[in-house]
């Protein structure tokens, strides 16, 4: 079956009990095949108009190939831009959503286990989380395949230009931090059922892997698609602690992404200078919408118990000795020494 009919299929059957957003890839599809006629003819008139500059030896700029078209970045590029940009926006809001249920303590943990208890929604639960990563990589998918269509219709790297484009206004998404603590999360829920013997419907297409002691998130699922995210701090170089991803995608241990933006750990991230840049890809003003991924917390603390107690120990040293700087130079600024 043709991914396109796949994608058709997949995104009827879920938009049956909600409406989501979703890339418009028949729609996209025509406009690019309208440009292949345009293109078509232009190339025929060009031929003509080749062998009778050949005779008269003069270069003819319609011979060239299309690094531009008039017909595409009117309509194609727009499109695709606006529909992106809708679909991370509601795998966004719905992630942070469901997360933050699971997530949540105290009282109102209590009243969610309660409404769990008395309406069975538990499994339902879990299935909407497995829907939604299904929805982030089948539409990541959708994304490259068009894209990859346009760049061959036109014989150009427009569409990779575009991907380029897309990451660095934060609605690529496989950049999302939702996908990885959704990742994590079907890990987790995997490992506690499976601990007190309960059977429950989790797919098997995520897991945490390690390579030569270094751990990844990988994700198979879609038309062969492996999605990995390293899980190395790029600064400390040692397995994340106290995740949070930056707006940009990369991940980094609390203190050193503080580190990276100048700040305090008591001032925190949202403090940091908006010219501040990312330490890996070098983008600006990465750090005000930086996540803290408390599922992967979980699951990098149960999957490497030994590391984590060493660094929670060396990492309580290290923030009571930047906490009391801190409060030592807010001292001395007060009384003016």
């Not at 990589?137 to 036109?154: F, G, T």
């Not at 038309?223 to 701090?233: E, P």
């Not at 609390?254 to 990276?260: F, P, Q, T, V």
Request: proline share 2%; net charge positive.
């Amino acid at each position: 079956m043709k991914f396109c009919k796949k994608y058709e299929e997949y995104m009827e059957k879920q938009c049956q009990n909600k409406k989501l957003p979703r890339v418009g890839i028949k729609k996209l599809k025509k406009i690019l095949k309208r440009c292949r006629r345009c293109h078509q003819s232009t190339h025929s008139f060009a031929s003509v108009s080749a062998d009778t500059n050949s005779t008269n030896n003069v270069h003819d700029s319609s011979t060239c190939s299309h690094h531009q078209c008039t017909v595409c970045d009117g309509s194609f590029f727009p499109s695709l831009l606006k529909e992106m940009s809708e679909v991370v926006g509601s795998f966004n809001k719905r992630a942070q959503r469901l997360l933050g249920l699971h997530l949540s303590s105290g009282f109102r943990k209590y009243l969610i286990l309660l409404k769990e208890r008395i309406q069975g929604n538990h499994i339902a639960l879990v299935q909407e989380g497995k829907d939604l990563v299904t929805y982030a990589i089948i539409n990541a998918i959708a994304v490259r395949k068009i894209l990859k269509k346009y760049d061959k219709i036109h014989y150009s790297k427009q569409g990779q230009a575009f991907k380029s484009q897309a990451q660095s206004m934060h609605i690529e998404i496989l950049q999302s931090p939702w996908l990885c603590e959704l990742m994590a999360f079907h890990i987790n829920l995997r490992e506690n059922k499976e601990k007190n013997g309960k059977a429950l419907a989790l797919f098997d297409g995520c897991f945490l892997a390690f390579s030569e002691g270094k751990p990844s998130l990988t994700c198979e699922l879609f038309d062969s698609i492996k999605l990995d995210i390293d899980l190395t701090c790029s600064i400390c170089l040692d397995t994340v602690f106290d995740p949070v991803s930056l707006t940009c995608g990369h991940i980094f241990c609390y203190i050193c992404a503080c580190k990276g933006a100048s700040v305090t750990i008591v001032d925190g991230l949202q403090a940091a200078n908006p010219k501040e840049k990312c330490p890996l890809c070098r983008e600006e003003g990465v750090y005000e919408g930086a996540v803290h991924l408390e599922e992967l917390n979980i699951l990098l603390s149960r999957s490497c118990p030994d590391y984590w107690k060493e660094r929670l120990q060396t990492e309580r040293v290290e923030r009571l000795r930047l906490a009391k700087e801190h409060w030592e130079s807010q001292c001395r600024a007060f009384i003016g020494v």
